[in-house]
């Protein structure tokens, strides 16, 4: 079974920076793609940036672009979510997802597996 485990949230002040890893297990696909989404309570969720299985290609949401900057670690088996220059807008819960039909895009399709959310906060 696929599973996806988020950490390195925390709390940071604006203009800081913070790392999120994804740990990722049970893909039985090499076509798979990891996305990074965000979700503030009353709002719809956000897809933030993604990764293909290679590492090879990847996307970001407008509002990150140039701040944010996703890797993929296949020796360790982790996705990361590289973010700077924090903002206050970026607070949220951000979540790893996968699917492993999923082209990596900006046209962010759906997503069948989640982890359990990571709380970023920013501080003004």
């Known amino acids: 079974e696929v599973q996806l485990v988020e950490s390195g949230g925390g709390l940071v002040q604006t203009g800081g920076s913070l790392k999120l890893s994804c740990a990722y297990s049970?893909?039985?696909?090499?076509?798979?793609?990891i996305g990074w989404f965000r979700q503030v309570p009353g709002k719809a969720r956000e897809g933030v940036s993604c990764?293909?299985?290679?590492?090879?290609?990847?996307a970001y949401a407008d509002s990150v672009k140039g701040r944010f900057t996703v890797t993929k670690d296949n020796d360790r088996n982790t996705v990361y979510l590289q973010m700077n220059s924090l903002e206050p807008e970026d607070t949220a819960v951000y979540y790893c997802?996968?699917?492993?039909?999923?082209?990596?895009?900006?046209?962010?399709?759906?997503?069948?597996?989640w982890g359990q959310g990571t709380q970023v906060t920013v501080s003004s």
């Open positions: 990764v293909d299985n290679g590492g090879d290609e990847t």
């Open positions: 049970g893909f039985t696909r090499d076509d798979y793609t």
């Open positions: 997802a996968a699917d492993e039909h999923l082209i990596c895009s900006t046209d962010w399709g759906e997503y069948d597996y």
